[in-house]
């Protein structure tokens, strides 16, 4: 797993972050109290002087674990954030793909129309998943939340000056270039807060983070960040190999994705 | 780390998304599970493995074994990381190809060799477009040597050829390194083919390293240049966003704001939310300014007080720029500074055929014009050989893209 330039990615991160307010009228931003949208608030505090200054929402089924509950309270009031809770229905009968198209991206729909957010950050990394690796920086999504993955529009380097089509909203992709490792990394560099779950208990730990329906923790004794780090110099399987979602069936992900999922 | 970001042109089919795929698997880059899934979809479609499918992610690209857009992908060769940036080779998608490009520092043109193949009208658009995004780097590798027995003289007919468009083009040519290569079988990708005992150059991943090991001397010009972003709040301060693209800023200095040439004096500054005595660049900055900073400081340059010998500025500029389908003569958006201007060409010096070289007498889908462009508004800008950032832009019309061009002067 390559380790990169940290401050060049801190850099592209904040640059485009700061973009995203300034372009936008009504900005929020996904946080699921996972690693990833937990760096990239932390991002936005250095980008706007130690305040985030935009909503973030957590897409709430009811199923997630209590750490992450935890987690979330104990965050919400050191960095002062702006929480919306959007409660997300469950119903038994279904899981995966059903699961997570029908009840969060319904769920996530609900709350872009009531607040009227224009635009919404979302930190996926390229390297997660090949077709998130297909995304832009800035990627529009129109009213019923489709994804025209086969008529991306142009995005050339640092520009993101271009109108958007009214009616939808636009994803914005702060974290696109990070690696899995850089993450921990930057966690590690920046002493940023985490969710326990991510940290070995009894010889397991959580690599990625879903609810508690659909994510299996692995097999691993790292027990700090550091441990985590070494951990991931070695390993040879994929970040979300514990997530259901993605062993379904084929193109589960750019089905997902192309009706608004996260 | 720094990584070494390689775009892969040229005509479709002519194996780009292969000869990543392989590099990929050859490095062991990729997880068992990313590999099992494209042979378990490569036998579905009831296709041999195809390496490309690494790449290629969507349902639609697979189908039709085409790359619809640009992905990247890591890998790493001794002690050198590589992003290789896959594009489309189709016309109709020169828009993700010159996305993904834009982002690239090298240019690896994967050409095939076989009968009917060759160097085609993309294949030499491809490497027009690469020059003209500043990608001074070009490697060449000649592809599918498989199917031409592996014969020396299939590879340099290709050499030949393109070697001509290069000249014509008016491109160094001198130095650019041709490797035959057969990205599917992968002959010359890693270690030295022996079935091609009359190359005697490198394999394709060690040129490609040994080419990024060579420092390039980072272009940087004299001055300060900062580009503001717009205006954060802090507390019921107001503070100047922006990015510094060239020297470095200071706390409590004085500046000029371009291009309305106002003087700013700026108080406090701060980088990732921390107040300092001085940013550089690649930093993006927060400042307190006092003095004529506008009210809408987005797409405006700060840099020292005797900026016009930095920047120029100017409504009428000397551009070079390419369309990416039809040809506009008015009502266009220059994207420039993270800002739209209106614009419209005026003067037109010369049209270039992108998939020749050839002058033309009008303007067509796909041409290259050299040309004045009218603005509405004052920029400050650089010539782009000074510095890319400040002398690169894109082109719409009604929210579309039409294309992108470079500042002369």
């Not at chain 2, 010369?350 to 020749?356: G, K, L, N, R, Y």
Request: one cysteine or more.
């Amino acid at each position: 797993m390559i380790e990169q330039d940290l401050d060049e990615l801190e850099e592209r991160s904040i640059y485009i972050i700061r973009e995203a307010v300034q372009k936008f009228k009504n900005v929020a931003a996904l946080w699921s109290m996972g690693k990833d949208s937990t760096t990239m608030l932390a991002l936005a505090r250095k980008a706007f002087l130690g305040k985030v200054p935009f909503p973030v929402i957590h897409i709430d089924n009811g199923i997630d674990f209590p750490e992450t509950y935890a987690f979330r309270e104990f965050l919400t009031k050191k960095w002062h954030l702006n929480l919306i809770v959007a409660k997300s229905e469950i119903k038994p009968e279904i899981s995966g793909f059903s699961c997570c198209g029908a009840n969060k991206t319904e769920a996530l729909k609900k709350v872009l129309k009531e607040h009227k957010f224009d635009a919404l950050i979302v930190s996926i990394r390229r390297d997660e998943h090949a077709v998130r690796a297909k995304e832009r920086y800035m990627s529009y999504r129109d009213k019923n939340f489709k994804w025209n993955y086969k008529n991306q529009p142009a995005e050339l380097w640092d520009d993101y000056s271009s109108k958007i089509d009214s009616g939808g909203h636009i994803r914005v992709h702060p974290l696109l270039d990070w690696n899995e490792i850089d993450i921990w990394r930057y966690i590690k560099r920046e002493q940023i807060p985490i969710n326990p779950l991510y940290f070995s208990h009894n010889g397991y730990r959580f690599r990625s983070l879903g609810c508690t329906h659909c994510t299996v923790p692995i097999k691993s004794n790292a027990k700090t960040v550091d441990d985590i780090i070494a951990e991931l110099k070695e390993t040879k399987t994929e970040e979300r190999s514990g997530r259901e979602q993605d062993k379904e069936k084929e193109y589960v992900m750019q089905r997902l994705r192309a009706l608004g999922y996260m | 780390m720094l990584v070494n970001k390689i775009v892969l042109i040229g005509d479709k089919d002519n194996g780009k998304s292969t000869t990543i795929g392989n590099l990929l698997i050859l490095t062991k880059s990729i997880s068992d599970a990313r590999l099992n899934e494209a042979k378990k979809i490569s036998m579905q479609l009831g296709r041999k493995f195809e390496p490309g499918f690494l790449l290629d992610s969507f349902f639609e690209e697979r189908k039709n074994a085409m790359t619809i857009d640009t992905t990247r992908a890591e890998l790493m060769y001794k002690n050198a990381a590589f992003e290789f940036i896959d594009v489309p080779g189709h016309k109709t998608l020169i828009k993700n190809m010159i996305s993904g490009a834009s982002y690239a520092n090298v240019a690896l043109l994967i050409v095939s060799a076989k009968k009917g193949e060759g160097v085609k009208a993309q294949t030499k658009r491809h490497v027009f477009i690469t020059n003209m995004l500043g990608i001074n780097k070009l490697i060449v590798a000649v592809n599918k040597m498989d199917t031409v027995g592996y014969s020396q003289e299939a590879f340099e007919a290709v050499k030949s050829k393109l070697g001509k468009f290069f000249e014509k083009a008016g491109m160094q040519n001198s130095n650019v390194v041709f490797i035959p290569i057969s990205a599917y079988n992968q002959e010359n990708l890693i270690k030295k083919s022996d079935k091609m005992k009359w190359y005697k150059g490198r394999p394709l991943l060690e040129e490609l390293y040994q080419q990024v090991k060579q420092k390039t001397s980072d272009k940087s010009i004299n001055g300060t240049i900062v580009l503001l972003q717009g205006t954060i709040n802090k507390g019921s301060d107001k503070l100047i966003i922006g990015k510094v693209l060239n020297g470095s800023v200071k706390a409590n200095s004085t500046m000029m704001q371009m291009p309305d040439r106002k003087k700013v004096k700026i108080r406090m500054l701060f980088v990732k939310g921390v107040r300092v005595k001085e940013a550089v660049r690649g930093e993006n900055i927060a400042a307190e300014a006092i003095g004529g900073i506008s009210s809408e400081p987005k797409g405006k340059i700060l840099t020292d007080t005797n900026g016009v010998e930095v920047v120029k500025t100017g409504k009428e500029i000397k551009v070079r720029l390419l369309f990416a389908e039809k040809p506009y003569t008015k009502n266009m958006m220059m994207n420039f500074n993270n800002k739209s201007i209106a614009c419209k060409l005026s003067r037109v010096q010369q049209v270039i055929d992108s998939a020749t070289g050839n002058r033309l007498s009008k303007l067509k889908a796909l041409c290259v014009v050299d040309s004045v462009l009218k603005l509405d508004e004052y920029i400050a800008y650089t010539e782009f050989s000074k510095l890319k950032e400040l002398g690169e832009f894109a082109l719409y019309s009604k929210n579309k893209f039409i294309g992108f061009g470079n500042i002369v002067e």
